[in-house]
């Protein structure tokens, strides 16, 4: 058995949950955690109080992610809200005066109420407010010609802005994570990934932003997975599920650990003229029988003067009575077969 090894971090991607369109993506991720968590309580009875069964609820599943750089759609998420671009902010600029006067390049806005002003911070430090018209201000401290910062309220159309309304209503998405997949058995060392689909996640809208003078501030995603219909089942058997997590290997084939097939029915009859497909299963060393690409199998019929089937669709046409013995087998692995009678009548 190889071994294996889940390596470092996931990448991340985040779809919207009802258009399927992709809002951001994680590459630089220091954290991708995910924690499921499972409820029970004992049913007991009897003298003593026996313990008679454990009942099983309340599972949940939260996940964290942490992402190096900073990201706003992160936070725009987290939070319900969308990215906007244009936004009014607060900038600078450097002035020289003209007999204390000033004009800045850009165009001031009112911050509240409708008079222009700004702050001028002189040479010495100190901070005077000052009011424009239009882009032109006048200052009443300071040289009449000094060099000064100009601080105003502005629109800057390629700013992008998150707001967080009072009222949070955080936003569900589909998660998917992606890690890599390791082994020391492998001379490429890593051997694949494996994918972690969250269907239907609602973001908590808490995070933090830790800005110290000697680090670097991770923007943080937070959310807890929702029950979702597994949309793979038949109608009357849907199961809600949290997440699916997939095991994909660069260089495997769905035949390696199989070691039987079986055919659904095993013997079976028809009367002609009718045609059928064989249902075939794959049952590898571990884990639950499955259905093989038909088209990776061979399927052949000893008689075919009773009946014939097609050699990778598993279509058996009957031709008269009698009997054949219908085969299958792995076309790239001939050790693994199975057969079934056909009876025609």
Known sequence: MTKKFLTS????????DSTGALLFVGKTLLDSSIETSLGNSDVRGGRGNQLQYVYYHTAEMNITISDA???LEFLAVGVGADVV??????????ITLV??????????????GSTLYGWVTHLDGHVEKVTFSTKTFTCSDGGAT?????????????????????????SQVHLVLEA?????????????????????????????????????ASTPLAARALSSI????????????????????????????????????????LTHPTTSTMSVWAIPSSGASFKPPVADLDFTSGTVGTATVGLHTGLVTTVAAGTTLLTVVISSKTSVEASATLTVS
């Open 85 to 94: 671009t244009g936004n009014n902010i607060f900038t600078e600029e450097t």
């Open 230 to 269: 597994d949309l793979q089942t038949a109608a009357c058997v849907n199961v809600p599920v949290l997440a699916k997590i997939t095991e994909i290997l660069d260089s495997a084939n769905w035949y390696d650990n199989v070691i039987a097939l079986a055919i659904q029915g095993g013997d079976f009859a």
């Open 146 to 170: 000094d060099t000064v910062c100009v601080r105003y309220y502005a629109l800057d159309s390629a700013s992008r802005s998150v707001t967080i309304s009072s009222n949070i209503i955080p």
């Open 9 to 16: 971090v996931a990448d991340v991607y985040g779809y919207d």
């Open 69 to 71: 750089q900073w990201n």
């Open 180 to 216: 890599q997949l390791n082994s020391s058995d492998d001379v490429a060392n890593k051997i694949g990934v494996v994918q972690i689909d969250v269907p239907k996640a609602t973001l908590t809208g808490a995070f933090s932003i830790s800005m110290t003078p000697d680090g670097v």
């Open 99 to 112: 007999a204390n006067s000033g004009t800045v390049a850009g165009t001031p806005l009112a911050v509240t």
